[in-house]
Every structure is written in C-alpha cells, then in structure tokens.
C-alpha cells in the first residue's frame, strides 16, 4: 500500500533557529514530491520535486529529493514567526494515465517569539 | 491565478440533514478532487473526477456522493448528515499533464 509518512508530527522551535523537516515515502509509479506550506486556509504550493540532489530554494525555504532512499527534507533558516504553519508533504503517482496525491499527515511548526 | 471557490466558508447543520458543498474552478481544469482534514491524519481524498460527469471513488467515499454536471463545477453532497463528517473539507483542481493541485479556501463543516 502506498503511504507517506512525516516527521516529526508537530515541532516549536524559537525564532532564528533553522528547522528541518522529513517526509519519506513508499510509492509504486513515483512521478514528483510536493511541499505545500497550509495555515488557516487551503495549502498553498512551495515546491515540486522530481530529481534526486537537486536543490530547490526560495528565500529561506530550501528542499531536497533522495529518490534512493526514498525522502524528501525541507528546510526553513532563521525561522520567522510566519513559519508557524502546517507543512504538507504529498507524493504524486502515475495511475493509469492520470495522477494520484498520496498525502502525509503534517507537519505542525510552531516559531515561538 | 488559478482561483478555485467553495460555496461556504462555515456551515452548521442537524444530523440526518441533507448537505451540498460547492467548488467551482475557473481554469478549464480537467481534473477536481475532494478532500476532507482531520488532525492528525493529513487530506484524506473522497471523491475525484477526471471529466465532466466522470467520477471516481477515493480514499473514504463512504457517505459521501457527487456531481459533476460542468467542467468548472464539482459538488459533494452528504445525503444524511452524521457527527462523524464534522470536519475542514477542501476542494482542489489540476490541469492534465501537471501535478500541483490548487486548492480552494474550504469548508469548515459542524454536524450537530
């Protein structure tokens, strides 16, 4: 059965620390990894991963893909209270000739003044 | 942008009540997913449909149905309301040949 799992599930870190959070995988038909940053509304998109060692970076948000060990991090420097969010982690999988998400649980970050 | 529209942001409703949740996308997009969100336990998908009158059971259908009339518009109808379906529901659509998902504000949805 496909599943994506993160870690940890919550975190609370103070303001100006760097956070790291995983997401690992085990998906048939892997096709890319998504990020998506959700606080009180709908997730909004960070990243789109599909090449292992490729950094993405935007700002003080950076990702990676290990498409051999089958992870993904994301990593958030000189966090901000802003960060404090739910980060959602989703794997995309060819079905067919269609996709499928296959969803992690979260990770709720908490950036303490 | 992309800009996808749920019917509500907040709803109450009775058990046993008939409930219709409402996502209209404006991009052509093939593609419209349901999900509902539930702490701990991530986007769980109900229902998505790859085309106009086509439908597809997710993850958790069970008590759940819906229409797909339109290109633009994908509905999820609760025929009996239960306490259990409390709940954020949120509504996404995609392109054919992409994988982002853009997603709508949602529903916070209380049974009581």
């Known amino acids: 059965e496909d599943k994506v799992v993160q870690s940890p599930l919550s975190l609370v870190v103070h303001e100006g620390d760097t956070v790291t959070l995983n997401c690992s995988y085990e998906v048939t038909n892997f096709r890319s990894l998504l990020w998506y940053k959700q606080e009180k509304k709908a997730p909004t998109f960070l990243f789109m991963l599909t090449s292992s060692g490729i950094e993405k970076k935007s700002g003080r948000l950076s990702s990676i893909l290990d498409k051999k060990e089958l992870f993904s991090i994301l990593n958030i420097t000189a966090t901000q209270t802003g960060d404090s969010a739910v980060y959602l982690c989703?794997?995309?999988?060819?079905?067919?000739?269609?996709?499928?998400?296959?969803w992690g649980a979260g990770t709720k970050l908490i950036i303490k003044p | 942008d992309v800009k996808v529209t749920q019917s509500s942001r907040y709803l109450v409703k009775r058990t046993g009540e008939k409930v219709f949740l409402e996502c209209v996308q404006d991009?052509?997009?093939?593609?419209m997913f349901w999900y509902r969100q539930d702490p701990g336990l991530g986007l769980r998908l109900i229902y998505f449909?790859?085309?106009?009158?086509?439908?597809e059971k997710g993850d958790i259908p069970e008590g759940y149905s819906v229409s797909r009339e339109k290109k633009e518009r994908f509905s999820l109808i609760l025929e009996s309301a239960s306490t259990n379906q409390t709940s954020m529901y949120l509504c996404?659509?995609?392109?054919?040949?992409?994988?982002?998902?853009?997603f709508g504000p949602g529903t916070r949805l209380t049974v009581l």
């Open positions: 991009m052509d997009h093939e593609n």
């Open positions: 449909s790859y085309d106009v009158k086509m439908k």
């Open positions: 996404a659509s995609r392109g054919t040949g992409y994988n982002e998902q853009f």
């Open positions: 989703a794997v995309v999988a060819s079905v067919d000739s269609n996709y499928q998400l296959i």
